[in-house]
Structures are given as structure tokens and as C-alpha cells.
């Protein structure tokens, strides 16, 4: 059985202001527009560009629609090679399954790669993908617990158990 860590509201706002802070520090880097990688990236995008007055654009990989995935990563490949920045904005980066789908597909799309980031609320540091900006770091190989973030606090039990029994070696 999982342990359920419930993020809680003020928690998630500290955390945005972390990577908001993170962001204003980088001197050499900064991005023209925040992606929300859908579907636990959409609310931290937004409160991120509230946070930061970036403007906000989405990509829903979870929804399996490809005008709202593969057709708008090709178009934001286009973007970058006409020099914009583009930072992608998750909940968190646990196996980095979607951060290296992203990459892959951003890459066959011919995506300037030194135009593109990520950035999540909580980073594994022991994720096969990394991220240029964190709130903070767990190690999965410690950390079994399963965040259950505010958006996600409305859901019944059943689909958040369904969602942390997905991939078991997470959270076992």
C-alpha cells in the first residue's frame, strides 16, 4: 500500500516561488514562454506565469490527442529555431518518461535544443532524465511515497491509487 503524501496548498505556492526564483536568478537564460506539459504541468504553468508575468502555452501528452501533443511539440520546435526559449513546466520528474518523450520528440521535430528546459516541482535525482530548475529533490530510491498535489486532491481515492499503482517500482 502506498504511503500518500498530500501536498498542501501553501507547500505548492512556496514551491512555485522557489522555481520562480530560480528562473529570475539565471542570468544567462531566459525563457519566452512556459509550457504546461499536460496533465500535472498545466497548474504549476500557471501559477508560474502569475508568478513570473511569462506567458503560458500547453502541450497535453496525457490526453493521447496529437493536435494537442505531437502537432504542437512540431510547432514549438519552429519557435525555438527562431530563437525563442521555451520552458517546460511539470509536477514532477519521477522515472523522466515524459521529459525524455518530450526531448525525443522536440528533437525529431529539429528543436534548438539550447532553447529548450524543464523545470518540475519535485525532481528525482536518481530520474534517467534531469531538469535545468527544481523546487526540491528527492531520491527515489529512498522516497517511495506518492504525492498526491492539490489539483489532484479532488479526485476519488480509487483514481489516485489507480494513478500511484501505474508504475509499482515508484512507489515500492
Not at 501559477?47 to 496525457?62: E, F, Q
Not at 520528440?105 to 527544481?134: C, K, P
Request: net charge negative; charged share 25%.
Amino acid at each position: 500500500m502506498p504511503v500518500f503524501d498530500t501536498v498542501a496548498h501553501e507547500r505548492f505556492v512556496a514551491d512555485v516561488r522557489a522555481l520562480a526564483a530560480a528562473i529570475a536568478a539565471d542570468a544567462d537564460w531566459q525563457p519566452s514562454f512556459l509550457i504546461g506539459i499536460g496533465r500535472g504541468g498545466l497548474v504549476p504553468a500557471v501559477y508560474l506565469s502569475h508568478a513570473t508575468g511569462l506567458p503560458t502555452l500547453s502541450c497535453d501528452l496525457s490526453s493521447h490527442v496529437p493536435d494537442f501533443a505531437d502537432d504542437v511539440l512540431v510547432r514549438l520546435a519552429a519557435r525555438t529555431r527562431e530563437g525563442e526559449r521555451l520552458l517546460f513546466i511539470d509536477d514532477i520528474n519521477d522515472s523522466g518518461r515524459t521529459i525524455g518523450m518530450l526531448r525525443t520528440s522536440l528533437a525529431a521535430a529539429q528543436a534548438a535544443s539550447d532553447h529548450v528546459r524543464f523545470a518540475t516541482l519535485i525532481d528525482n535525482g536518481v530520474s534517467a532524465q534531469r531538469v535545468d530548475y527544481r523546487a526540491r529533490t528527492i531520491d527515489r530510491t529512498v522516497t517511495k511515497d506518492w504525492f498526491v498535489f492539490p489539483w489532484e486532491a479532488v479526485a476519488p481515492a480509487e483514481a489516485i491509487a489507480e494513478d500511484a499503482a501505474e508504475v509499482p517500482d515508484r512507489i515500492a
